[in-house]
C-alpha cells in the first residue's frame, strides 16, 4: 500500500495516500519518498530534498539519537476522512522547530482526523569505550585511598 498521494514542491505539502491510517515504518516512508523523486514525480528531482533520515548524533553521556525522518520545511496532510492516525516513528521539520503533532497540516482537511503520536523513547547508548582517570573516593559505601596504579593502589582507608 502506497503511504504518499503526492508531494506539493510550492506549498511545501506531503499528501498521505487514502487509506493510510498508521506511520510505523520510517525506512519505508523515506524509500517511498526516493522512489518518486528517482521517478520524477511532481517534478521532485527539480526541488531540493523534501525529506531525510537523521539520526546518531551525540547526545552527551555516551548516549546517541536514534533514526529520525525530517522534513526540510514540510508538512503532512492526513488522508481526508475520519480517522485516527497512528504515528509510531518520530518525525520533526528542523526547518521549522517542529515535532509531534505540528509537523502534521489539518487546515484544509474537512473530516475528523486525530494524530496519535506513540513513540517510544530510544536512545542507542555505548558501553566500553577505553581506560581513563579516575579519583574514586568511595566504591559500594566503602571509603577507598589510593590512585590505583602499583605504588598507590586502591584499598579501604
Known amino acids: 500500500m502506497a503511504i504518499i498521494a503526492s508531494i506539493d514542491i510550492p506549498t511545501r505539502r506531503i499528501q498521505l495516500d487514502t487509506g493510510v491510517v498508521r506511520l510505523d515504518d520510517l525506512l519505508g516512508f523515506w524509500r517511498e519518498y526516493r522512489d518518486l523523486r528517482v521517478l520524477n514525480t511532481d517534478n521532485l528531482r527539480r526541488s531540493a530534498p523534501v525529506m531525510s533520515i537523521i539520526g546518531g548524533q551525540s547526545k552527551g553521556g555516551g ?91 586502591w584499598g579501604p582507608v
Open 63 to 153: 548516549a546517541y539519537v536514534g533514526r529520525i525522518i525530517d522534513l526540510a520545511g514540510y508538512k503532512i496532510i492526513p488522508d481526508d476522512v475520519d480517522h485516527n492516525l497512528d504515528v509510531t516513528i518520530e518525525i520533526i521539520n528542523s526547518a521549522s522547530g517542529l515535532s509531534g503533532r505540528d509537523v502534521f497540516d489539518r487546515t484544509t482537511l474537512t473530516s475528523d482526523v486525530n494524530i496519535d503520536i506513540n513513540i517510544a523513547p530510544v536512545q542507542i547508548l555505548t558501553v566500553g569505550g577505553g581506560v581513563q582517570d579516575v579519583n574514586i573516593v568511595q566504591v559500594n559505601g566503602i571509603e577507598v585511598d589510593g590512585v590505583g596504579s602499583a605504588g598507590d593502589p
